[in-house]
């Protein structure tokens, strides 16, 4: 019978991740270490023969799709449901400001992310919703070969819950880091997973080790 390979990659490191400040749909681009991250990942993976390539439209994804899809020279394709979560007003704020400000909404995002809901921004249902949707399309558009999804960290964690056979409320225990990858084999729909948030092709980067954020 056959099975998909399919690998889900976080984009590259941003200024904003180091710093601990929120992104979301701020279009925030790679810095060097984001740079060298996606070298490497694609290094890692210029073996492989891809069946496709999709990503989120937000730079630091984009940029970190197209370096490892140039070796390959096949074309991204780029999906608005594989965006980053929207955090509304928290969005260009720092995890201090945040704290500060929306005290009583920061301390249920750390309890209980999966039903919290940003001011001006996405709800966590909502999205779960909509990046689940375009990882199901993803599924049934390909039933074998190699696939890439590169997004952002809570799209990951949703995505990688999903898979798992696991609930919303799951996604706080899952971790996946800038440029980590995360291997699925994928049969009729199915999901098994093969390894989650492997770094180890960047080890030799002498870079600090991430937080989860």
Not at 40 to 63: G, H, M, N
Not at 126 to 139: F, I, Q
Not at 147 to 169: E, F, G, N, W
């Amino acid at each position: 019978m056959s099975e998909m390979e399919l690998i889900i990659i976080r984009h590259g490191e941003t200024s904003w991740n180091r710093e601990r400040v929120f992104r979301g749909r701020r279009d925030i681009r790679l810095n060097s270490a984001g740079i060298t991250q996606a070298d490497a990942t694609a290094k890692a993976l210029e073996a492989k023969v891809f069946e496709a390539i999709y990503t989120s439209p937000l730079k630091r994804s984009l940029v970190t799709a197209r370096r490892i899809a140039k070796p390959h020279e096949i074309a991204i394709r780029e999906v608005d449901g594989f965006s980053d979560i929207s955090y509304g007003a928290w969005e260009g704020l720092s995890v201090e400001t945040v704290q500060r400000e929306y005290p009583k909404l920061y301390e249920r995002w750390i309890e209980n992310p999966a039903k919290s809901r940003f001011t001006r921004g996405e709800s966590m249902k909502r999205a779960w919703k909509r990046v689940n949707s375009a990882l199901r399309e993803v599924m049934w558009t390909h039933g074998t070969g190699t696939v890439v999804i590169v997004s952002h960290r809570i799209p990951i964690k949703m995505m990688t819950a999903y898979l798992l056979h696991q609930k919303r409320d799951t996604i706080g225990t899952i971790r996946h880091d800038p440029c980590a990858m995360s291997v699925f084999k994928v049969k009729q729909r199915d999901s098994k997973p093969v390894i989650l948030n492997d770094s180890s092709h960047l080890k030799g980067l002498d870079l600090p080790p991430p937080e989860d954020f």
